[in-house]
């Protein structure tokens, strides 16, 4: 009898020792390393490299800019018709005005040249891979870099308008108005010293496909309200084009 009771409790004291460590061990949390923050895959993969062009386009580099900046639908509510263009430098936005209240908004960077235009214009002329010239007071005001490409600068990865430009005009004459691409990124959503229009050039392939000539373009230079954005990947159906 006693070697049998001695047998029981000494099977109750491993079953408590097991007990006990199964519950020590729940306790102890295993730290792993915090992940790192960057862009959400989608706009990786909106950005990411464009390797069918006619000059092969690496991926844009977003880490630097405000998301708030990345291509995405969201709410709008104007006057203007569906497919025309709204230009907000102060914020920092161009629309492209869609049915039902919604548009499509870019991110872009405004340059000298943009922020001394204001009003109403139509996209007179699209070019792909644009050869780019600098103006006259470029060259006045820095000649020893602008100077030498006072005959124009070739199409290429290098070119300032990017792999698009649309160019606007006013009753019937250029306005020597540019919506382009960089090769930037870090611009979006700033002021920068010289062009008119920037968009990632990712963007302006994208603007450039959804409009065609003689588009309305209308660029303020007032403070309006910022809508609350829509990812594109949450927007319900196909977003209209307003070129066929």
């Known amino acids: 009898m006693c070697v049998s009771a001695t047998r029981s409790r000494l099977a109750l004291?491993?079953?408590a020792l097991l007990s006990l460590a199964a519950i020590l061990a729940g306790c102890v949390t295993t730290h792993q390393p915090p992940r790192k923050k960057g862009p959400d895959p989608m706009y990786l993969t909106m950005y990411g490299p464009q390797p069918d062009e006619r000059f092969p386009l690496p991926a844009?580099?977003?880490?630097?800019?405000?998301?708030?900046?990345?291509?995405?639908?969201?709410?709008?509510?104007t006057a203007e018709p569906p497919g025309t263009i709204v230009i907000d430098t102060q914020n920092r936005f161009l629309y492209l005005v869609q049915e039902g209240g919604m548009a499509m908004r870019y991110?872009?960077?405004?340059?000298?040249?943009?922020?001394?235009?204001?009003?109403?214009?139509?996209?007179?002329?699209?070019a792909e891979w644009p050869r780019w010239t600098p103006t006259q007071n470029m060259i006045a005001r820095e000649p020893e870099r602008y100077g030498p490409l006072a005959g124009g600068m070739e199409p290429g990865p290098t070119n300032p308008l990017g792999p698009?430009?649309?160019?606007l005009f006013q009753d019937g004459r250029d306005t020597l108005f540019r919506i382009h691409g960089t090769t930037e990124a870090w611009t979006i959503g700033k002021a920068v010293s010289s062009g008119c229009i920037r968009l990632f050039n990712q963007d302006i392939i994208d603007l450039y496909g959804r409009v065609p000539p003689g588009s309305r373009v209308v660029?303020?230079?007032?403070?309006?309200?910022?809508?609350?954005?829509?990812?594109v990947a949450a927007y319900d159906g196909i977003m209209p084009r307003a070129a066929i």
Do not use: C, N, W
């Open 219 to 231: 660029v303020q230079q007032h403070e309006r309200p910022i809508e609350d954005p829509a990812p």
């Open 164 to 167: 698009r430009a649309l160019y």
């Open 107 to 126: 991110g872009i960077g405004v340059g000298k040249a943009g922020l001394e235009f204001e009003g109403t214009a139509r996209v007179g002329r699209k």
């Open 13 to 15: 004291r491993s079953l």
């Open 60 to 77: 844009m580099d977003i880490r630097k800019v405000d998301p708030k900046y990345f291509r995405q639908v969201v709410p709008y509510q």
